[in-house]
């Protein structure tokens, strides 16, 4: 069985990859701010849940009837989202270093929730079978004896401009990071147990993706 990622994240990649499953991944195209923006001129303001769950549905239909090697998608399609919620304040990805500064500035000896959002489409046999999805989180507490110095020396490096909530679990944010509870791969992007339970949802099993 084959999953094609819907995402251009390298993170995602690599916890999929480690879990013994080699995607074959596809930039989703996604406009995300218009995406939220139209939803919530229906809706009003979404929730953090509600929002990733959104754009990964998103992510997962942009690339339905999209051509892999020539050939049309024959497997699973995985699209994904996460954002990082403080005080009920979400964040995606900073991209700038004075933003990321601030955000650290204000999380570290703090608790916030790793929302990631999980959309799974059957494209078996080329054709449209079913789609499932579903939300996870993850609490995330910061060390609270984090100084200046180590919070400019991490934004210098780049990494935090890079994801939501400015910060990582697997690379160099991991030691800034106290206590972890819930899934722990949610804070990487991709609840791997709830991808799995997605999985047995459309009826197959996870092993099936393995390589």
Do not use: C
Not at 82 to 103: D, L, W
Not at 110 to 119: E, F
Not at 180 to 193: A, K, N, Q, R
């Amino acid at each position: 069985m084959r999953l094609y990622l819907a995402s251009t994240s390298p993170a995602r990649l690599t916890l999929l990859r480690v879990a013994g499953v080699e995607p074959l991944t596809i930039a989703p195209g996604v406009d995300e701010p218009a995406a939220v923006a139209a939803a919530e001129a229906v809706r009003g303001p979404l929730p953090a849940g509600e929002m990733v769950q959104l754009l990964a549905q998103a992510k997962a239909e942009a690339v339905v009837g999209a051509l892999v090697g020539g050939e049309p998608i024959d497997g699973l399609i995985l699209g994904g989202d996460s954002a990082f919620e403080v005080g009920g304040v979400i964040y995606g990805k900073p991209h700038e270093a004075s933003v990321a500064r601030e955000r650290w500035h204000a999380q570290r000896g703090r608790t916030g929730v790793l929302h990631s959002g999980h959309w799974l489409i059957d494209h078996t046999g080329g054709a449209m079978n079913g789609a499932v999805g579903q939300v996870a989180e993850a609490s995330v507490t910061f060390a609270d004896d984090l100084d200046d110095t180590e919070i400019d020396a991490y934004i210098a490096t780049g990494e935090p401009l890079k994801v939501a909530g400015a910060f990582t679990i697997d690379s160099l944010g991991g030691p800034f990071i106290t206590r972890v509870e819930g899934d722990p791969s949610t804070v990487v992007g991709l609840s791997l147990s709830t991808l799995r339970a997605l999985v047995k949802r459309l009826g197959y099993e996870w092993t099936d993706l393995w390589g």
